[in-house]
């Protein structure tokens, strides 16, 4: 489609959004949202007519990129027929949503709880662990982020967390593996796994092993910055909830559905938790939608049990029928084998090519359509583009960098000293070319900041 300009329409809808929206994580006088006026496939574009190649994915959701005709039809033809029901009563969309992604969560995560969101997907998570075992305690990783409600913030590993946290929420958290920014002083992936599984089973033993309900981690840590564990970590893990009774729990909200070039990113670390959390990618964010895949052992604490917990929008139908749609899209149009496929032959050698010019890039890592650059001023001391945490002007050099990749016509997800690249997971090999020739550029900035 070929964006039409409407300049009025836009200053309507901006002015419409300043007066009555109030948008989520911000300083509400201090933000300048860009109005937008439409969206397909890879692009999206304002009512100037500017178009944007999304290398965010929204919100790391649209996987199979915006308005995708199939799912449109599946979402129009659902609301034709029933457009929503009570989540107590078996409905077709909602049946077969379940059985389609059970098909593809590893191990015996075979029975689904759906929720709205990744968020309270994870909230459910912890409190069905917490029932199972008769445990209060769960343990997280810092460099995390799991949701923006109250348990899930608390688990939560980033300076997100800090406004919310009463410190009574029950959670210890732990450093997880990241050999860039090593807390173990480890030289090699084998060092930094041993040791950050070392830690991890101290602080289980030092806060007492009978207390600890569940471990949740994020498989490959996403909006903290795509640091993917190293071989074995999450095998050690899991051996560590069977030795101790402990619920493993994977957080796959961001990861899931093709992301990583896998069904799920568990799928490259050979390992199978006991609950796993997805939304976002399973129907790329049409319709809201998560949920819990859930394990034989705690679907059976619940058998004759009630489960203490729902949502009056659970399997909504619009929302299933979206899902049941997405995940065909994904099958018939190979989406997974292209993230696969693209990821290795496009992206990663197209990023790696870009820290041989920039300065600035101290590190590449990802896998897929899940990819980080890490941003420096020193190579060498692998000081930080910006310091953790950075508002106002200690931020300036990542936003001049963001600025500049929107003006060379690619949207870039940026966080702290990090920019993700994170395209639709069917983006197309030109496509990935020309975001690529837009962050060449966009870094030509951030090089200006390096010692």
Request: aromatic content about 10%; glycine content about 10%.
């Amino acid at each position: 489609m070929t964006p039409q300009p409407n300049p009025e329409a836009g200053a309507a809808v901006k002015a419409a959004d300043r007066a009555h929206v109030f948008h989520s994580w911000s300083a509400q006088e201090l933000i300048d949202p860009l109005a937008v006026a439409g969206a397909e496939g890879s692009y999206f574009w304002d009512y100037d007519g500017r178009r944007y190649l999304d290398f965010t994915s929204g919100l790391v959701f649209t996987n199979i990129g915006y308005q995708h005709p199939k799912v449109v039809a599946a979402i129009q033809e659902q609301a034709a027929r029933m457009t929503t029901f009570a989540p107590a009563f078996a409905v077709e969309a909602r049946s077969e949503a379940a059985r389609l992604i059970a098909e593809r969560t590893p191990g015996d995560l075979d029975k689904i709880f759906f929720t709205n969101g990744g968020a309270d997907a994870v909230e459910h998570a912890l409190r069905m662990a917490r029932l199972h075992t008769g445990r209060p305690k769960v343990l997280s990783a810092y460099r995390s982020y799991h949701g923006g409600t109250q348990q899930a913030i608390n688990v939560t590993g980033d300076p997100r967390r800090w406004a919310s946290d009463s410190g009574t929420a029950g959670v210890v958290h732990f450093w997880a593996p990241f050999l860039y920014r090593s807390r173990f002083y480890a030289e090699t992936e084998e060092q930094e796994c041993a040791r950050a599984l070392e830690h991890l089973e101290t602080t289980i033993a030092f806060e007492g092993p009978s207390t600890v309900a569940a471990i949740v981690l994020e498989t490959i840590p996403g909006t903290a910055g795509i640091m993917l564990p190293p071989p074995g970590y999450l095998a050690g893990v899991r051996e560590l909830c069977d030795k101790y009774g402990i619920v493993f729990v994977l957080d796959e909200v961001m990861a899931g559905f093709g992301r990583t070039g896998e069904w799920f990113a568990a799928g490259l670390y050979d390992v199978v938790p006991d609950l796993m959390t997805f939304a976002k990618g399973v129907n790329s964010g049409y319709v809201p939608l998560g949920g819990v895949a859930v394990c034989g052992a705690i679907a059976e604490t619940f058998g004759k049990r009630p489960y203490p917990g729902g949502l009056t929008y659970s399997g909504h139908p619009l929302a299933c029928a979206a899902a049941v749609a997405t995940i065909g899209v994904m099958a018939q149009e190979g989406v997974v084998e292209n993230a696969a496929t693209l990821g290795a032959s496009v992206v990663g050698p197209g990023l790696r090519e870009l820290a041989e010019r920039h300065p600035c890039v101290g590190e590449v890592r990802g896998v897929g359509m899940f990819w980080a650059l890490e941003l420096v001023r020193d190579r060498e001391t692998r000081e930080p583009l910006v310091p953790y945490n950075a508002a106002g002007e200690a931020n300036a050099p990542m936003a001049a960098f963001a600025a500049a990749a929107k003006e060379a016509g690619v949207w870039p997800f940026v966080n702290m000293n990090r920019t993700h690249v994170v395209p639709p997971c069917n983006a197309s090999e030109a496509e990935l070319k020309e975001g690529l020739a837009a962050l060449d550029s966009a870094l030509s900035v951030a090089d200006g900041y390096v010692r």
